[in-house]
């Protein structure tokens, strides 16, 4: 079992930042990826950013590009999110989520192949 803890949402005005976080506790060693995605109120759970958690590769939503950067802490099982230029089209609530399995790169985007989801965490960008 993986359990995902996401932490530092919040209300930031429009072209303002947040960092989100994401630390994973439990069976965390092997665990290949680390991806966040939103829900808008009334919208489908969006895929923002991914990450591998050994090459580091990254993959971004083209909505989030030269905005947003994903990192990773091996150290403390960490994942963050740093959210730049935000605007009221970012509000939504934010969800960490681990993928247990190889996939390759080409599913970082697949909100299907994620085997653990966090609680999610508010983003609200007043304009």
């Known amino acids: 079992q993986v359990q995902l803890v996401e932490s530092g949402g919040g209300l930031v005005q429009a072209g303002g930042s947040l960092r989100l976080s994401c630390a994973a506790s439990g069976r965390t060693f092997g665990s290949y990826a680390m991806g966040w995605f939103r829900q808008a109120l009334g919208k489908e759970r969006e895929f923002v950013a991914a990450?591998?958690?050994?090459?580091?590769?990254?993959v971004y939503a083209n909505s989030v590009k030269s905005r947003f950067t994903i990192s990773r802490d091996t150290v403390k099982n960490t994942v963050h999110l740093q959210m730049n230029t935000l605007k009221p089209e970012d509000t939504a609530v934010y969800y960490c989520?681990?993928?247990?399995?190889?996939?390759?790169?080409?599913?970082?985007?697949?909100?299907?192949?994620?085997?653990?989801w966090g609680q999610g965490t508010q983003v609200t960008v007043s304009s």
């Open positions: 989520a681990a993928m247990i399995t190889r996939r390759g790169v080409a599913f970082l985007d697949a909100r299907d192949k994620y085997d653990y």
């Open positions: 990450i591998t958690w050994i090459s580091h590769s990254t």
